[in-house]
């Protein structure tokens, strides 16, 4: 059993498995840094993170600093004395804190480093189409995702996958990727790669997915507009506007999946085309979008066919 302490810092689900894969192996987890506790929805709940969840499991000391510069975490850090600390989907932390080990502090990143540096590494590899990404062990430095690479592991990603499985394979590997990493730095067999050194290509960020970002942009292709869908299925969704203009009515929809069709036309990006039955089908940039699942807002998720049979689409819609 490896006696070396390590510190442990992640919040999301997407951390638990690199967790639990750690206690697996028998790894000296001296505590676990996580998020605050916070209330939420109307009955104003408390809600814990998937990573202090966890830790409470399996009997962890959790630390819940609210500022990583209080002086009482940093005491509390140096109480614990770790050898290495590893963090999976966590916020910035401040120089002193991930300087403090001896062998330093190592992150797990979902995408192969340098490319889609960010928030939003697994959503955006699949929007821009790739065919492959992957996931990348470094050690920390001020630029966020910048510091030098210890160790990667490429993934195909598949022509109809969406973000809500490569994030469980992603999440699975990662997780792996993190036990072999640990091994590696405390056996100090490892041998370090600069991230921009002889790179040629062109950076693609993978900036926190927001509101405006994440709405569908019709005068796109067929194909860009499906791989758009499936970066951001299952959550947050791709959204757009179902708008009656003569009307003034606006309905909010997210969009799930669709089937691409290539097509010459003169219709305006967004017009529809349906048999008010079976299909309901949005022009775009050479070609059309067939949509098959969505949700409209105060409605269930639901099939365009059982959309369709439940709402009367007269007059002259569009989609925006």
């Not at 490896?2 to 919040?11: E, L, N, R, S, W």
């Not at 840094?33 to 409470?56: E, F, L, Y």
């Not at 699949?126 to 510091?147: A, C, Q, S, Y």
């Not at 999946?257 to 949005?282: Q, S, W, Y």
């Amino acid at each position: 059993m490896p006696a070396h302490g390590i510190i442990f810092y992640g919040t999301p689900e997407f951390a638990v498995a690199s967790l639990e894969r750690l206690l697996h192996h028998k790894f000296n987890i001296l505590a676990v840094v996580t998020s605050p506790d916070k209330p939420a929805g109307r009955g104003q709940k408390i809600n814990t993170s998937a990573v202090k969840d966890c830790a409470v499991r399996n009997n962890l000391k959790i630390l819940q600093p609210v500022s990583m510069k209080d002086p009482a975490f940093m005491e509390e850090l140096k109480h614990l004395d770790p050898e290495l600390q590893i963090v999976v989907a966590f916020r910035m932390m401040p120089e002193h804190v991930w300087k403090y080990p001896r062998l330093g502090t190592f992150n797990l990143h979902a995408s192969l480093l340098p490319q889609y540096r960010g928030a939003a590494p697994i959503n955006w590899a699949i929007i821009n189409g790739e065919k492959e990404t992957g996931v990348t062990t470094f050690f920390l430095r001020h630029e966020i995702d910048t510091g030098s690479i210890i160790m990667q592991e490429r993934v195909f990603i598949g022509d109809n996958e969406t973000v809500g499985s490569l994030y469980e394979r992603l999440k699975n590997i990662g997780a792996e990727l993190v036990v072999k990493t640990a091994n590696t730095v405390f056996k100090k067999e490892y041998t370090l790669k600069e991230q921009d050194k002889n790179f040629s290509g062109v950076l693609k960020p993978a900036p926190k997915l927001t509101r405006k970002n994440t709405k569908i942009d019709f005068s796109k292709s067929p194909e860009e507009i499906r791989n758009f869908i499936r970066g951001l299925t299952p959550e947050p969704g791709a959204h757009a506007e179902l708008n009656l203009p003569e009307n003034f009515l606006s309905l909010m929809v997210k969009v799930y999946d669709v089937e691409t069709e290539m097509r010459t036309h003169t219709e305006t990006f967004g017009a529809i085309e349906t048999d008010h039955k079976n299909f309901l089908k949005v022009f775009v940039k050479d070609g059309l979008i067939s949509l098959k699942d969505i949700h409209v807002s105060g409605r269930s998720k639901m099939s365009i066919r059982d959309f369709l049979n439940g709402f009367k689409m007269e007059g002259n819609w569009v989609m925006k």
